[in-house]
């Protein structure tokens, strides 16, 4: 998971020779992209210390277009990696706060906070990752994790 920064970059320099090669032929260009990645993925970035089970899908939010997302799928299969075809799909609470990990020409990506990422998976997959849930308020969860679960209607009793 820590090569997604390089991944982010080498898709911003195929799109920066592509725009090249469009604008030489006559050809449309790509727009600049937004990619905000979430679960595991945001969690492995994150590093909060807790035991994760190794995940070879990236989901993410994404507003590049078909041929970007082609070129970050190949560069992801060189990894060993697929993007999700249902990453954008998440649910995500509207709070969540994406920080930046790679700023390029075409192409930004952000990260999905930790607690927003973990309070989507308490909500959403609870049972799938009561481990993990249970493991991150035995480490001491966070103020915000309380408030989002409290807002969400989390029962966190279920998960001790």
């Known amino acids: 998971m820590y090569t997604l920064p390089d991944i982010f970059l080498a898709l911003d320099q195929w799109v920066a020779r592509e725009n090249v090669r469009g604008r030489t032929e006559g050809t449309p260009t790509h727009k600049k992209c937004k990619i905000r990645v979430l679960g595991q993925a945001a969690l492995f970035i994150a590093e909060l210390g807790l035991t994760l089970t190794a995940t070879q899908d990236l989901d993410a939010y994404a507003d590049y277009d078909w041929a970007v997302q082609q070129e970050l799928e190949r560069l992801l299969a060189k990894e060993g ?44 997959a609870r049972d799938k990752n009561k481990a993990l849930i249970i493991e991150y308020l035995a480490k001491g969860a966070s103020e915000r994790f309380f408030e989002l679960a409290a807002k969400y209607a989390v029962d966190l009793g279920e998960f001790v």
């Open 81 to 124: 990696m697929i993007l999700d075809p249902h990453g954008h799909e998440i649910w995500m609470p509207r709070e969540t706060q994406y920080a930046p990990v790679y700023e390029g020409t075409y192409v930004d990506a952000f990260v999905a906070d930790p607690d927003a990422v973990l309070i989507s998976k308490a909500c959403k």
